[in-house]
């Protein structure tokens, strides 16, 4: 079973600029790091598919297994785990991310 939502995850991230797996759905998140994540994603304008681990819980350990990282949410762009709601909000502090989404002709 492993290896098939491997598979998935991978299948995801390739497939996919924007990547979020998430507690919840972009309109309605069931954590606040979650949250924090679509409203930085929300700032920036950008699309964006989001998987809410909480309707699949071999998904959510697998995601977290995947990468090696303990927590969800995780975010994804063009294939590179960038990290949780913390790295996120500090890239986004920082303007590392939008660098990074300019970079990948991701802005809008």
Do not use: H
């Amino acid at each position: 079973m492993e290896n098939a939502l491997f598979d998935r995850i991978r299948q995801d991230i390739a497939q996919n600029d924007i990547v979020l797996y998430m507690k919840g759905t972009p309109s309605f998140p069931q954590c606040g790091y979650s949250a924090v994540i679509v409203q930085v994603l929300s700032s920036f304008g950008v699309p964006y598919v989001s998987f809410d681990v909480l309707e699949d819980r071999e998904l959510y350990q697998a995601v977290k297994e995947f990468t090696n990282w303990p927590s969800v949410p995780q975010l994804y762009i063009k294939g590179e785990f960038i990290g949780g709601s913390d790295i996120v909000k500090e890239l986004s502090a920082s303007g590392e991310l939008r660098a990074l989404l300019e970079r990948n002709d991701l802005l809008p």
